[in-house]
């Protein structure tokens, strides 16, 4: 099923993007242009927003300040790390009320991940504000389907305010995910990096029919922006959106080490001063690891030595435009471990572990695969097919 966006949308936003080079001002954002319209969309309804730290305007003031200001702002939704971004990856979330606004800010990583309609009470349009990072897994973009989803089921409009990918629009990766691991952290059907924004992934989302029903969906797309741009080409300061995110490059690292850090062994920085930017293992050499993961030619990454207790790997760095698969980053690490310690990091892990790998990978075929003497470089093959065909599909959704 396909369903094209708001024409008007679109050639405003061609329009715009014709005119972005990295040497001009810094984007605006979804929220800068409703802003410039005075909030004329949002006049005269009943809003509820989906937000945390990070929704933000390009002068740093907070979209639920802007709105509670300026509109009839009910009701305030948050996001897994909650309404401050500081709680830890897979912890529950509580609703509390919110200092800046003193409204509820009801918490969707908790008993639920979908608005209940008891939430919605008093709202007829919701809207979304939160920057995501690009990486199917980071699961803003699951609760903005839930949120659309939720939406529907009770006659509400959804209006996503658009925000940068800060991985650029370019960089499409890694493998689907098969029917049976779609989870919180695999939602939709899309490439482990899909180089798509918010507001284009609503349109494929609701075109795709990947939630129950139709969504009555608006975006207010950015001024500026390009699909070349990564976030340092933006002029836009980065706020971090979760605890191990704390740099505006730091989406990079979690593509290249997020997977591989799901298992039992692997070491990959988190909790550290440098989250997702070390691939490591006990038993591993870090001079014979390092040497490898250099010799696999991924232009823009380079691997230097790490060493911890009786471990060792590699420190990463990446350039922001690096033309590198990131994402096949963690399957040529996953196996030189394998070779290096004479395992199979995968069967070793926790049934937990395991699966929420596959969950995060999108697949339990790579298990096999290694166990069928696939190489890495034949796995991270496998998944061109499945890219080109997405990016196709996902043509007449880009409003960039």
Known sequence: MRFSGNKIVLALAIGWTLMATPAQAAVRLGIDVLESTGYAFLKGKRVGLVTNQTGVDSNGVATRVLLKKNVNLVALYTPE???????????????????????????????????????????DTLVFDLQDIGCRSYTYISTMGKCMEAATENGIQFVVLDRPNPLGGLRVEGPLVEPRWISFVGAFQVPYVHGLTCGELALMINGEGWIKGRCKLHIV?????????????????????SPNIP????????????????????ETGVGGARPFEIIAARGVSASTFTSYMNSQGLNGVTFSEYRSGSGGG?????ESSAPGNLTAINIYALAEMNRELRTNLIARSSRGKRDMFFKCYGSASIQSQFARGYGPSAIVAGWADDVAH??????????Y
């Not at 740099?247 to 692997?266: D, F, K, M, Q």
Request: hydrophobic residues 30%; without cysteine.
């Open 390 to 399: 997405f990016k196709s599909e996902r043509k007449e959704y880009l409003l």
């Open 247 to 266: 740099r505006w490059n730091s989406p990079h690292y979690y593509v290249a080490t997020g997977l591989i850090g799901e298992l039992h062994g692997p």
């Open 221 to 241: 797309p950015m001024h500026g922006w390009a699909r070349n741009f990564t976030w340092d080409d933006t002029g836009l300061r980065w706020i971090r959106t």
């Open 81 to 123: 790390h909650g309404l401050d971004g500081t709680e830890k990856a897979g912890r529950y979330v509580s609703s509390r009320r919110d200092r800046l606004t003193g409204l509820i800010a009801y918490s969707l990583y908790g008993p639920t991940r979908k608005p209940t309609p008891a939430m919605l009470r008093g709202i």
């Open 314 to 318: 590699s420190y990463l760095h990446i």
